[in-house]
Nanobody, 125 residues
Framework: QVQLRESGGGSVQAGGSLRLSCAISGDKFSSSCMAWFRQVPGKEREGIGTFSLSSGEIYYSASARGRFTISGEKTKMDLLMNNVEPEDAGIYYC????????????????????WGQGTQVTVYS
């Protein structure tokens, strides 16, 4: 069974940078699709982007392009947040996405996704 653990959350000043990490342990498949999601109070969990363990492909959702950078290796995936905005505040989750829609590794919600416990990001001005 695979386990995911996020770290690196905390308080960051608007305009600053923050790096989140997701450690992967346990049984994992080389073809896993790793993803970052964000949940803001009162809103649905939103996909930020993905890292494919098999191909190394990185994908960004439209809302994340330009300020967020995803990187990864066999046992870890990072999310670097630059020029942080107040709207970036929320709980950030790492996940293994179980379904590849259209054969692509994308941040899609599914009941059988595997989730980390989340890490809180707070933005202050």
């Amino acid at each position: 069974q695979v386990q995911l653990r996020e770290s690196g959350g905390g308080s960051v000043q608007a305009g600053g940078s923050l790096r989140l990490s997701c450690a992967i342990s346990g049984d994992k498949f080389s073809s896993s699709c790793m993803a970052w999601f964000r949940q803001v109070p009162g809103k649905e969990r939103e996909g930020i982007g993905t890292f494919s363990l098999s191909s190394g492909e990185i994908y960004y959702s439209a809302s994340a392009r330009g300020r967020f950078t995803i990187s990864g290796e066999k046992t870890k995936m990072d999310l670097l947040m630059n020029n942080v905005e107040p709207e970036d505040a929320g709980i950030y989750y790492c996940a293994i996405v179980i379904v590849w829609y259209g054969g692509a590794c994308r941040p899609v919600m599914h009941p059988q996704n595997t989730w980390g416990q989340g890490t809180q990001v707070t933005v202050y001005s």
